[in-house]
């Protein structure tokens, strides 16, 4: 049984269009996390829920707007996709705040999105 | 703010040499440190942890001690595989310093050569 799915594994969309990438986790974690990793493998973080309500907001424009319609989803809409939204994109899921915690983080198997 | 410094790769080795992939960190508190390995087309997993000076991770023939003298936490393994190839990510924890989320150094590249 797969723990954290994302769906879909790859995204390919013309600039301005408008796309979801939607995550799901069957660990009955708490916490869910979105991640954009760069073509340098840098990981940054965007947005975390703990029990479907927005902890962490990183600096991300407002077009990213994430949903949790409950604890084990956790869904990102991007709105007018620009080039350099191109990247993977990584749901994650952890029984507590990773940050305020020694939980293990449990990553999905990442999103390519390509914008041309 | 607390922070992660992992050594730049890309590191080329051959297969059955000596790992080390260096991991320093700033922290207010005191931390929890983490080492994730991201293998080709994956999501990242928890290779192995500590949660106190002096307390040793390991998992899969990889160590990593955590030093609180030198804030660090390097990556060891004594002969590596070809199967080890993969982006291995040093992170922290830090309750203490009220941030609530995981802090990831930039990663390291490793490939083994046959």
């Known amino acids: 049984d797969t723990a954290v799915s994302q769906t879909p594994k790859y995204l390919v969309t013309q600039m301005g269009n408008d796309k979801s990438i939607k995550c799901e986790q069957n660990l009955g974690h708490d916490t869910m996390y979105w991640y954009k990793q760069d073509s340098k493998k840098f990981l940054k973080i965007m947005f975390s829920?703990?029990?479907?309500?927005?902890?962490i907001n990183e600096t991300v424009p407002n077009r990213f707007s994430p949903k949790s319609p409950d604890k084990a989803h956790l869904n990102l809409h991007i709105n007018s996709l620009e080039l350099g939204d191109s990247a993977v994109y990584f749901c994650a899921s952890s029984p507590r705040l990773a940050g305020l915690s020694t939980d293990t983080q449990y990553f999905g198997p990442g999103t390519r999105l390509t914008v041309l | 703010g607390d922070s992660v410094t992992q050594m730049e790769g890309p590191v080329t080795l051959s297969e059955e040499a000596f790992l080390t992939i260096n991991c320093t960190y700033t922290a207010t508190g005191y931390p929890s440190l983490f080492w994730y390995v991201q293998y080709p087309g994956e999501g990242l997993q928890l290779l192995l942890k500590?949660?106190?000076?002096?307390d040793k991770g390991s998992n899969k023939g990889f160590e990593a001690t955590y030093r609180k003298e030198t804030t660090s936490f390097h990556l060891e393994k004594g002969s590596v595989q070809v199967s080890d190839s993969a982006v291995y990510f040093c992170a922290l924890s830090d309750p203490q310093g009220g941030s609530e989320k995981l802090v990831f150094g930039k990663g390291t590249k490793l490939t083994v050569n046959p």
């Open positions: 500590a949660t106190k000076a002096d």
């Open positions: 829920y703990n029990n479907k309500e927005l902890i």
